[in-house]
């Protein structure tokens, strides 16, 4: 028997209810099961391609196509049902003692031989790196910080090593519009950076394959960048209407000159790994075929190494340059956040949204 109207109504008093956040994908099907279930068939103009938040409200609730009013109540309470009971279950597993675990399993953190690894995790996706996985990069870099590992590694899982910034961060508009989504995503940033700036122990890249936008440019705070044959390093800001972060307007062409620089950062220059090592910007290129094997027996090595000269050597290298480093990170993220208002900037991401544009 279909669901009634009597438990569609209790199914929407629950989702108020819940105790934690479904997310928002989950949301979106929500939304579009109710208006099925109360108005039926998407009736609507299609929003702008500009208005990002009620075009994907819309294609969500046009993809439910035909469907019945009755299924569609059905679909809801269903799936209010599985939410509800979800929240109540104690989580599967308890994280560990020692190591608060990240928000969602888009970052896992592990630590093992003297090594804490920071891998994205979202292979499907390219490792885009989601607002909340800033935030849980963050406090792994924190918590790295004062483990006992004598090494802290950034690496990516799948064939990706990072696509940079997941375009659709710039979807999410909060109550305050487009203003207030560049000044908290601009300050996001600031300390995202800030916390590659302070890391106090040998930092390394395992660059797993191509790298895109955010994830090249804080490459120049790392102290150990190693990647495999397969990996590009792509920053296409000017494609994007934005401008460099991560310090790479002053890393870069500190690491392989300013005119090598500028072809990176202003006009998009995609480097091979060979090229990235030439230039600086890239320690060794390992062939993909034993690259995991040569890179980790290597770190496993270094991390035997005394761990307070490790440290105290990074200190005498990266100190003098701190302060300016701070102080770039502070300029450019300023300027992102007047970039992403923007119409250069909308119009590539909506172009990249729209499917008219992949770089
Ligand atoms: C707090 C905010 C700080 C912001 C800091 C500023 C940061 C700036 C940057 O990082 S700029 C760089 C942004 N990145 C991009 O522009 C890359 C966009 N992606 C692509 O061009 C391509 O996806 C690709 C070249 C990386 C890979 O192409 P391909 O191999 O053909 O794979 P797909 O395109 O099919 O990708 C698979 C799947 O992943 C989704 N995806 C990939 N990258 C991103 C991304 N950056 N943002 C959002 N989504 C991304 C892609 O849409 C596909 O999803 P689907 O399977 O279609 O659902």
Partial sequence: MLASQ???????????????????????????LYKQATEGPCNVPKPGMLDFINKTKWDAWNALGSLSKEAARQNYVDLVSRLSASSESPSPEAPAADRKQPESDSL?????????????????????LTTQMYHDIIAALQAASKDESAITVLTGSGDYYCSGNDLTNFTHLPAGGLEEMARSAAALLRDFVNC????????VAVVNGPAVGISVTILGLFDVVYATDRAS??????????????CSSYTFPKIMGSSKA???????????????????LVTEVFPDGTF????????????????NAMRISKQIIRNREKEKLHAVNAEESSVLRERWQSDECMNAIASFLSRKAKL
């Fill in 108 to 128: 896992v953190v592990t630590s093992e031989d003297g090594i804490t690894t920071i891998r994205l995790n979202r292979p499907a996706k390219k490792n885009a």
């Fill in 262 to 280: 500028a072809e990176m950062l202003l006009f998009g220059k995609k480097l091979t790994a060979q090229e990235a090592c030439a230039q600086g």
């Fill in 196 to 203: 590659f700036i302070d890391f106090p122990k040998p930092l």
């Fill in 233 to 246: 390093f792509h920053t296409p800001f000017s494609h994007l209407g934005q401008s460099p972060e991560g």
């Fill in 6 to 32: 009597k438990d569609f109504n209790n199914a929407v008093s629950q989702v108020k209810l819940l105790k934690e956040d479904p997310g928002n994908e989950v949301k979106l099907k929500l939304y579009a």
């Fill in 292 to 307: 995991q094997k040569e890179v980790w027996a290597r770190l496993k090595a270094y991390s035997k190494l005394p761990p």
